[in-house]
């Protein structure tokens, strides 16, 4: 119990562990403290995978029939299966940043930032916490799409790949959600502008058409868009298994990735105070 | 800032007298302008139990926060144990336990899982973290909901697996923001007295915040009150009452002299003064009989002997006295000439808090 410590003396000449392994055995406890939460609720799990079973099943049977959308050599369910994957995952991650404010409207975040955790390992935390939930969408999606024999490729290999995809995915919409939090302040405010993020995101990026249908300008906003680069590297590996676009694709989405988790760490104390 | 050092019958301080937490010109300017805290300055010795004490909007959480490292001061600087804070924020992370004024369990987790997640994060070796949460979770009167999620939990047992939760790195201080603040009377007292066993058996240093004079005047060694961002007075309860002003002796009289003797006028000792004396009875007046309210120098109790000598020399039949005594409401009105408002913030906060648990569930 507390008391006899000899306290802060101590703990600075205390050999301390390196900052590093401080850092990832911190990201891995708030991830796991989530992969707990999803332990004693995980009905919740397959609630959030009717949407995406929905919009292949309603939307990708309703689209299939018409001609030219997609490249004619897949069926149009094959060419959605990675954009409707993808965007699963955006909108799981996309409200991270919503939990983030409800953390902290309680005194969870402010009790996070008070442990000697160093302050990004919290936002990777959360970020590897999405992506807990961001693969058991995919599996769900990918599961589905094979069951109703959309004909994507069924390699286990690429599809390991795909899940270092929705990995990178969610880690880069949740904490770009971390960042939006920190503008937005409260939860209502929060829960508005991710609702009025999410649409753009979606529709404009090549998730359930190719961009070349679109006019100029928005086809730049959807070159602009990282998921864009995730749906292309999902498509190549579950599709087309054309993998000169592959290594681009994940830079850049590495890139985005790694640029907003270093932001949100930034930020983050912006939201608690 | 007042320091009063009026030292008769004053509960004594821990001898202990090495600084736990010493604060020095503390002042945090919020973006917006806000003077929040203003030149505050302070200093927790160990082993004690320090409160602050203040209207809400004070700036209490504020002070809190910025010994934690939450939110960086505008000005000042802070020490845990001579060690500079804000050049070392995450070592003396290491040794601090924090309990925020809002809900800060997760209740989709069990007790067991909240304090073990807290553990690793505070870096306790994989040996010791079992032994541990299940020490602090018995030592808080929870072991045996360990494996209850939280959101099942009333207020005041989250209270007290926040409190828990804040012991797994047994710090050399513990911080309460609002220890007691949305709970029942029943559970308030609950958490009133593991906060005194947690000082008083393990010698933990605890720093507190509060609107309630009931429980800073209950729990602390040592009080300094806050008004407006800044301390307006501090020293122990008994010293702050002491220095409001004398207390009061209520002399209630019976019928007659003793023996139908002509009782004549009472005469007080030096020191003592008549507020109020009553002549007979008169209008408004219960049946008690007649009532005489005297003004004392020092401590009531010990004028009690005098006034009663006083009385029946002048062969005036006493019946009963009692003596009242300023509380440390009293003492905030005589410093910032207006008294606590507390109903409203206790309600609002006792509603967030049914709310989450309704959110939770
Ligand atoms: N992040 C913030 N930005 C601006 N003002 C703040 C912020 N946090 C608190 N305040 C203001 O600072 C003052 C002191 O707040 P606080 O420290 O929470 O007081 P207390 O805990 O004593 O109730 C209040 O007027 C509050 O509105
Ligand atoms: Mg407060």
Same mark, same amino acid.
């Given at each position: ?16 562990? !390196? ?22 609720? /995980?009905?919740?799990?397959?609630? &959030? ?176 868009? !990282? ?42 104390? &912006?939201?608690? /105070? | ?22 604060? @020095? ?7 917006? +302008? ?28 504020? =002070? ?11 000005? $000042? ?24 004024? @809002? ?9 067991? @899982? ?120 501090? $020293? ?7 220095? =409001? ?34 002549? +007979? ?6 049946? $008690? $009989?007649? @009532? ?5 120098? +020092?401590?009531?109790?010990? +004028? ?58």
């Amino acid at each position: 119990m507390p008391g006899e410590s000899n306290a802060v003396a101590g703990v600075l000449h205390e050999r301390q562990r !390196p900052v590093l392994l401080r850092f990832v055995t911190s990201s891995l406890v708030v991830a796991e403290m989530e992969a707990r939460k999803i332990k004693h609720a /995980s009905s919740e799990l397959w609630i &959030r995978a009717i949407q995406p079973a929905l919009w292949l099943l309603v939307f990708g049977s309703a689209l299939a029939g018409v001609r030219d959308i997609a490249p004619s050599q897949f069926s149009y369910m094959a060419f959605i299966t990675p954009g409707i994957l993808s965007q699963s995952v955006l909108f799981i991650a996309i409200f991270y940043g919503v939990t983030l404010v409800w953390e902290r409207d309680l005194g969870l975040l402010n009790k996070l930032l008070a442990t000697p955790a160093p302050r990004p390992s919290i936002v990777v935390g959360k970020a590897l916490a999405a992506s807990i939930r961001g693969v058991f969408q995919g599996l769900l999606v990918l599961a589905l799409s094979i069951a109703i024999g959309t004909g994507i490729s069924v390699n286990l290999l690429y599809i390991l790949g795909v899940f270092g995809v929705v990995i990178l995915l969610a880690m880069c919409f949740s904490s770009l959600s971390m960042v939006i939090a920190s503008l937005a302040r409260t939860r209502d405010r929060m829960m508005g502008l991710s609702q009025v993020i999410i649409f753009p995101l979606f529709f404009a990026s090549n998730a359930i058409y190719p961009t070349q249908i679109m006019p100029e300008w928005l086809q730049l906003v959807a070159k602009a868009n !990282p998921l864009s680069y995730g749906v292309q590297a999902v498509r190549s590996l579950l599709l087309t298994q054309n993998f000169t676009m592959l290594p681009t694709d994940l830079a850049v989405l590495a890139g985005y990735t790694l640029g907003l988790l270093s932001l949100a760490s930034l930020v983050l104390r &912006r939201i608690a /105070s | 800032m007042a320091e009063l050092t009026t030292g008769q019958g004053v509960a004594p301080s821990p001898p202990a007298l090495k600084s736990a937490v010493r604060v @020095e010109g503390l002042t945090k300017v919020y973006p917006n +302008g806000l003077r929040a805290v203003d030149s505050v300055s302070f200093d927790v010795k160990e082993g004690e139990v320090f409160g602050l004490l203040g209207p809400n909007g004070a700036g209490k959480t504020t =002070v809190i926060k910025s010994i934690l490292t939450l939110t960086s001061p505008t000005s $000042g600087r802070i020490f845990i144990r001579s060690v500079d804070a804000l050049a070392n924020q995450a070592a003396v992370r290491q040794v601090m336990g924090y309990v925020p004024q @809002e809900v800060s369990v997760d209740g989709d987790l069990t007790a067991y @899982e909240n304090l073990l997640i807290f553990s690793k994060l505070y870096y306790v070796d994989r040996a010791e973290r079992g032994t541990r949460i299940r020490e602090a979770l018995r030592y808080m009167g929870l072991d045996e909901r360990s494996d209850d999620l939280v959101k099942t939990f009333s207020g005041g047992m989250m209270r007290r697996l926040e409190i828990a939760q804040a012991l797994v790195n047994r710090p050399s201080v513990l911080f309460l923001d609002e220890p007691s603040i949305g709970l029942d009377p029943a559970a308030r007292l609950e958490v009133w007295r593991h906060v005194r066993k947690l000082n008083e058996e393990l010698r933990t240093t605890i720093f507190l915040t509060t609107h309630d004079m009931l429980e800073a005047d209950r729990l602390c060694h040592r009080i300094a009150i806050m008004n407006a961002g800044k301390i307006v007075v501090s $020293g122990s309860p008994d010293e702050l009452k002491a220095g =409001v002003g004398r207390e009061l002796v209520s002399v209630r009289m019976g019928g007659g002299g003793p023996g139908g003797l002509e009782s004549g006028p009472v005469v007080l000792p030096p020191g003592f003064e008549f507020m109020k004396q009553d002549d +007979g009875p008169g209008p408004g007046r219960g049946a $008690g $009989g007649r @009532e005489d309210v005297i003004l004392v120098g +020092g401590r009531a109790e010990e +004028g009690v002997p005098q006034i009663v000598r006083a009385y029946e020399a002048a062969r005036v039949d006493v019946s009963s006295i009692s003596v009242s005594r300023p509380t440390l409401d009293d003492v905030f009105l005589k410093y910032t000439a207006t008294r606590i408002g507390e109903a409203e913030e206790f309600r609002q906060a006792k509603s967030a808090r049914r709310s989450f648990r309704k959110h939770a569930r």
